[in-house]
C-alpha cells in the first residue's frame, strides 16, 4: 500500500473513524495495533509474522532485564536481545542478499529456501533499531518496561512510522498512547496540510526526477560530464523530497490520531557543515547513533582522536545501515573523509576567513555552498549501483566541464541542454521542469521553515493566499498522481 495511493487515503480515514469510534483506549489501541499490521502486510503478508517476531523478542527481554537484579543476567538479556535483533536484520537484510547473489548457482540446498526469504521486509531497519532502543533503554533504567504487550505492539507497529521512520523512543510514544486522544480540530488541520506538503515533495518533485536520473544512472558508463552532474543533482534532490515527502506524510498521518511523533528533517540544504547536516537529516538516526552506540565507542573523557575515529565508524556504520552494497559503504567512507577533513581544517578556516575580511553573511552562504557541493557529490555515490560505478562518476563527471561553463555563458540554457544534457525521450520542455522544481525546493523551505514571514500582510490576507496556496498544491498533486507511481526510497532499507 504504498504511501501516496488512493489506497492510504481510504486506509487513513477508515482508521481514524475506528479509532475515534472506540472510547476504551485498551480497545482502541488494540484496533489500531491490528490496523497497523493490516497496513504492513498489505505489503507482503510474511511481514507481519516478522515484526510480531521481533515485537516478542524485546517485550520478553525488557521485562526480564527489569525483573532481574544481578548485573551479569541483565547483561545476558540485553545481549540476547540484540543478537536477535542483530540476527534479524543481517538475515533478512545483509546475508540471504549476499548469498543469492554470489553462491545461489552454485549451492544447490539454496533452490529449496522459499523465495520470500530473499525479499527485503520493508522498514525492518527502522523498526529494528526502535525496539533495540527501548530495551537498551530499560537495561540503562532510563524507562520502565511496558506493562501491556498491546501499547508495545503499537508503538512498534504503528503504521504512519512503520515503514520509513522515523525511529522513534518509547519515552516520546508510549505515554501518548494511553491518552484519551480526543478529535482535535487544530491537529486535523496541522495534519492534513503536512500531508499535503510530502504529497506534493513525493509526487510532483522527486517522482518528476526519476526518468532523467534513472536513464543515466542505469546505463552510466555511456555517458559522462554535464549529464552525469546533472544527473547527481537531480538525484540529490530526488532523495530529498522522497524520505522528506515520507516524513511529512509520516508526521502529518500520526497528528490526525493526536499523536506527534519526532520530526525527521530540519531543512538540510541550509547545512553550513558535515556536522550541521546529520543534525538535520535523518535526524533520529543520528539521536539514535549519538544515544545508544557513541557513548560506546567514545565515553566521556574520550580523546579528541578517539571521538573522531568513533565518528568515522559511526557514519561507515550509518551507510552499511542502508543495504548491502559497497556504494554505501562508500558513501559511509565518504562522509567520514569529509568529517575528519573538517575537523582538522577548522583553524585553517578561521585564519582564511579572518584573511580575506569575510563578513558573517558571505560565510554562511559559502558554508552553505560548500556544503551542498560535497553533499552532492556524496549522493552520486549513495546512487551508484557498485562501486566501479561510483569511481566512474567521480572521475568521469568533470569532462569538459569548463567548455560546458563557457558554453552555457554564451550560447544560453537550450542550446547548452542539446548539446550537453539531451537524452532519448527527455525534451528540453522536461528539463525546464526540473530545473524549476528544482529552483522551488529551497523556496518550499523557506516557506515551511516560516522565514518568509509576509509580516506586512494583513494576517486575514496571509491566510487566505496560504489556503490558496494549499489548493494549488492540491490540484498540483492530483494531476502529477496521473504518471507511473515510485516507491519511496527509503522503503528498501
Partial sequence: MLFYSYYYIIFLIVSLFLFYSIKNIKYRNAVLTILSYIFYMSFRIEYGFL???????DYISAKKIHNENNAAKRKKYLLTSITLNLGLLFTFKYFLFFVKDYFYGNLLFLSKIPDYWF???????????????????????????????????????????????????????????????LFNIDNAVFGIKRILIGFFKKIVIANSMVFFVNAIFDNIYQFSGWRLIVATCF??????????????????????????????????????????FFSRWHISLTNWFKTYLFPVLSPRGSS??????????????SGIWHGAKLSYILWGILFSIFFILSAITTELKKRFIFFFRFGKKLKFIIDIITTNILLIFASGFFRANTPEEAIYLAINCWNEFFNGLYYLITNGLQSFFIKYIKIDNFTYENFQILIFLSIITPIFHLWLSKEIKLTWLNPKIKHFLENILYTILFFTIIIFSIFSPVDFIYFRF
Avoid: C
Fill in 235 to 276: 538525484f540529490s534532490n530526488q532523495v530529498y523530497n522522497d524520505f522528506s515527502g515520507y516524513a511529512d506524510i509520516a508526521v502529518g498521518s500520526a497528528k490526525l490520531f493526536n499523536i506527534k511523533v519526532i520530526e525527521n528533517f530540519r531543512f538540510p540544504m541550509f547545512s553550513r557543515s558535515i556536522t550541521d
Fill in 119 to 181: 525479499i527485503l521486509p520493508i522498514g525492518i531497519s527502522f523498526y529494528t533499531f526502535q525496539t533495540m532502543g527501548y530495551t537498551i533503554d530499560v537495561y540503562k533504567k532510563r524507562i520502565l518496561p511496558e506493562k501491556s504487550f498491546i501499547d508495545f505492539s503499537l508503538f512498534v507497529s504503528f503504521f504512519p512510522q512503520l515503514v520509513a521512520g522515523p525511529i522513534e523512543r518509547a519515552s516520546r510514544i508510549l505515554p501518548q498512547l494511553k491518552e484519551k486522544n
Fill in 51 to 57: 515484526l510480531f517476531f521481533s515485537t516478542i523478542i
Fill in 304 to 317: 579528541k582522536l578517539r571521538m573522531l575515529v568513533s565518528v568515522s565508524v559511526i557514519l561507515i556504520l
